[in-house]
């Protein structure tokens, strides 16, 4: 199992102090000393590499925070050694600096949020910004931070990290900060990943754990928690989540299987632990995603979502959270590329409202010519069954209410009437207790006419030796009409019958002898709409 444990949760107990505020004045001639008296109340020296008053960035060698130090370039030029890059940022109206962000020496990064008071949430939930991977001898191999790189422009910070990941790849994450707002800290990192020495994954864990991309590295514990419910936004754009529990699997992933994932992964933190109160909630959301092989043109990486709980202790990173890159092959050549681009975000924690979402109709489309649809909808984690009600427009009764449906379709057993219908469905947890409805899901049953039929007796100009002829034809529809027209005595329709089910139709009425008749068929679709008449066939009757 690849986590990155205690070395970051170390780290995140020494900033509880470094996030602090500070309400002491600025003394004259001295700007923004209390940025320098964060970090000197913990270690001494800290070495400001930006003041510009709104925006500090200082490096520092912090000895709870377990990597070793490495380089760092300002503009270009060698500043000096450190294991954490700290960002900090004046309260908008107080006289408070407090830190905002924070980089790691191991690839690592976290944000918290700006209070209007002038105080920060602690740090917790840290976000791995890099891809890891698990070889075929179970080794998981994860960054090494070799080298910082700062620019700043306009109150931007921006961080390069130069890593590798032994000696089978490079890689470069690009981190831009912009200036925090009060209550949410956004940054974007984007990494670019180089194959140096051939990878060949670990296929027992393909699909589930050999490839990842960001990994969301936070505690949940038996004694607190810094993030209790994972939720995430699936393909079809509906919010999945789950809540840990006393009850929920130890040193084992979260996931039988992993999920699907469209946009976004987080860790929640609901107001409740007695440990690191205020912590945030951390998002990701992937923004773009490639790989290119040698010689080939980029594509998309794909993700699906998965999550590993182990046991610890508040002290440790218990819980990781990570999309599993799932097209990509299990040898990776030397040449080929990876890249990702992903927003993150801190913001306050909050309480999850609803622990089912409404699910997503996903079947059938706008129109639908089979009058038996199947109707299909997004599966809701932690759903144990759903209810189904289709009503007719203009009505208000439904024509369908399933109030018991497992899976993620319903093929409806008795055709519709044409027409427009509106779909609504729910979800029910194991307890009883359902979830929001599902925003209304509209579709036609437009029925298709049928195709024209064709004579097949009598044939054409065919002397029959029967008052009472049998007419038979080819066709495929719910229903069919027969007309015979005497053409000797001009009248038309002297036979009409309708509502025939059967391909053949025996004349009951006795037609007239050496009369010349037409006989032509049409077809009944399941609206009642008709076909176009058949090629009229000619033929004459003796007695």
Excluded: C
């Excluded at 001494?44 to 760092?72: L, R, S, W």
């Excluded at 944000?111 to 791995?128: A, L």
């Excluded at 890891?132 to 998981?140: C, E, K, R, S």
């Amino acid at each position: 199992m690849y986590a990155f444990t205690s070395r970051l949760r170390r780290f995140a107990s020494s900033l509880f102090t470094l996030a602090g505020p500070t309400s002491r004045p600025t003394p004259p001639n001295r700007r923004f000393v209390p940025w320098v008296e964060q970090f000197e109340a913990r270690i001494t020296p800290a070495t400001k590499i930006i003041d510009n008053g709104t925006v500090a960035v200082v490096i520092d060698i912090m000895p709870t925070v377990q990597e070793n130090p490495v380089d760092v370039y300002y503009n270009g030029n060698f500043v000096g050694q450190a294991n954490v890059i700290g960002g900090f940022q004046k309260t908008p109206g107080k006289n408070s600096y407090p830190q905002v962000w924070a980089q790691i020496a191991n690839g690592a990064s976290r944000g918290t949020y700006m209070k209007s008071d002038g105080t920060t949430g602690p740090f917790t939930t840290s976000v791995v910004d890099s891809f890891g991977f698990q070889t075929d001898d179970d080794h998981f191999v994860y960054p090494t931070v070799t080298r910082f790189d700062i620019a700043f422009s306009k109150n931007v910070t921006t961080v390069t990290a130069t890593t590798n990941l032994g000696n089978f790849a490079t890689q470069t994450v690009t981190t831009v900060h912009p200036l925090a707002k009060i209550g949410q800290t956004d940054w974007t990192s984007t990494m670019t990943f180089t194959v140096n020495q051939k990878i060949v994954l670990n296929s027992d864990v393909v699909g589930n754990d050999a490839l990842r991309g960001p990994t969301i590295s936070t505690m949940f514990t038996g004694q607190g928690y810094d993030a209790n419910v994972i939720n995430w936004k699936d393909p079809y754009g509906v919010l999945q989540q789950t809540r840990l529990n006393a009850s929920t699997n130890r040193d084992d992933y979260v996931f039988t299987a992993a999920q699907t994932l469209g946009t976004y992964y987080a860790a929640t933190n609901e107001p409740g632990s007695p440990v690191n109160v205020g912590g945030p909630t951390t998002q990701v959301t992937i923004q773009n995603a490639k790989v290119t092989y040698p010689g080939q043109a980029a594509g998309p990486l794909v993700s699906n979502f998965q999550a590993y709980l182990a046991d610890g202790t508040i002290s440790d990173d218990t819980l990781s959270i990570w999309p599993e890159l799932t097209n990509v092959p299990t040898t990776l050549s030397v040449g080929t590329v990876l890249t990702m681009t992903v927003k993150q975000t801190a913001i306050r924690p909050a309480t999850m409202t609803n622990l089912l979402s409404a699910p997503m109709m996903i079947a059938p489309t706008t129109i639908s010519q089979d009058g038996m649809p199947t109707i299909g909808w997004s599966s809701v984690f932690g759903a144990d069954h759903y209810q189904l009600k289709v009503i007719r427009a203009g009505t208000t009764a439904p024509v369908i209410n399933q109030t018991a449906l497992f899976g993620n379709e319903y093929a409806v057993p008795t055709a519709l009437r044409q027409g427009k219908y509106n779909v609504y469905l729910r979800t029910f947890n194991s307890a009883g207790k359902a979830g929001p409805w599902s925003a209304v899901k509209t579709f036609t049953v437009d029925y298709p006419l049928a195709a024209v039929p064709v004579v097949t007796s009598p044939t054409a100009n065919q002397v029959v030796n029967t008052l009472f002829p049998t007419i038979t034809w080819n066709g495929n529809a719910v229903g069919f009409q027969v007309r015979i027209d005497d053409l000797t005595s001009g009248v038309n329709g002297v036979v009409l019958q309708k509502n025939l089910t059967d391909d053949s139709y025996t004349v009951t009425k006795p037609l007239k002898a050496n009369h010349l008749y037409r006989v032509q068929v049409r077809s009944v679709n399941e609206a009642g709409e008709v076909s176009a008449w058949s090629n009229g066939i000619r033929f004459t009757v003796t007695a």
